[in-house]
Every structure is written in C-alpha cells, then in structure tokens.
C-alpha cells in the first residue's frame, strides 16, 4: 500500500515535527513540513500532499491568506486542507469552512482526532 502524502504548514517548528513523527509512526503518511506561510504554495507545488494540515496563526501570513492562495492556484486547489489551530471560537471555524477547508482540528485535541479527520478525508477521494 502507497503511503499517502500530508504537508503540515504552520510556524510552529517543534509542534509540526511532534505531528510528522506522530503520523509517519503509524506507516499510513509520509509527512513534510513548511514553517514559512509565504512558502506554502510553491512547497505544495513540489511536494504534491495529498492532504494539508495549515495553522491559522501565523507571523506576516495567516492561515486563511494562505488557504485562499492555495485554492485559488490550479495546481494545489483540489487538494483538501484542514485547518490545525488553538483557536476554538466558531467564528474561526465559519471562516475556515467557508474558505473551501475540509475540516477544522483543534490543537489541544491534535493527537486524538487529528488522524481520524485525515482518514475519513482521504477516503473520500
């Protein structure tokens, strides 16, 4: 069985590599990182996940700027995103959905749905 891809896309360095080993430690994802949201799109580019897992709160380009970027190139628009963030208002999850995210994970529950959300995405494709 092919691994499928996930790009992770947020500034947080330490906490990007926690969930990359986390997801490659079942053998079901290979993972790659960006930290930088300015270089989001031309690393979805190259790297062609099959899933994104983007931040939110970002310095200079937040998540929702780089989502729309995303959607908005040919090349990455049909890839689902879901949105990892620590924020938990509805308001942030509206926005995200209305954006064209597939899903909204919320860090403090990272471990515990985050892989589930993935699963049942990438089913669907």
């Given at each position: 069985?092919?691994?499928?891809?996930?790009?992770?896309?947020?500034?947080?360095?330490?906490?990007?590599?926690?969930?990359?080993?986390?997801?490659?430690?079942?053998?079901?994802y290979e993972v790659g990182v960006e930290t930088d949201p300015f270089e989001?799109?031309?690393?979805?580019?190259?790297?062609?996940?099959d899933l994104i897992l983007l931040d939110i709160m970002m310095p200079g380009?937040?998540?929702?700027?780089?989502?729309?970027?995303?959607?908005?190139?040919?090349?990455?628009?049909?890839?689902?995103?879901?949105?990892?963030?620590?924020?938990?208002?509805?308001?942030?999850?509206?926005?995200?959905?209305?954006?064209?995210?597939?899903?909204?994970?919320?860090?403090?529950?990272?471990?515990?749905?985050l892989q589930a959300k993935i699963e049942e995405i990438l089913k669907r494709?």
């Amino acid at each position: 069985m092919q691994r499928k891809r996930i790009l992770i896309i947020d500034d947080e360095e330490n906490l990007a590599y926690i969930i990359k080993v986390y997801l490659e430690n079942t053998g079901l994802y290979e993972v790659g990182v960006e930290t930088d949201p300015f270089e989001a799109v031309s690393d979805a580019i190259s790297y062609r996940p099959d899933l994104i897992l983007l931040d939110i709160m970002m310095p200079g380009k937040d998540g929702f700027q780089v989502l729309k970027a995303l959607k908005g190139n040919n090349k990455t628009a049909s890839i689902p995103v879901v949105m990892l963030s620590a924020l938990q208002d509805d308001r942030s999850k509206m926005k995200a959905v209305e954006r064209y995210c597939e899903g909204y994970v919320e860090k403090q529950a990272v471990h515990e749905k985050l892989q589930a959300k993935i699963e049942e995405i990438l089913k669907r494709r």
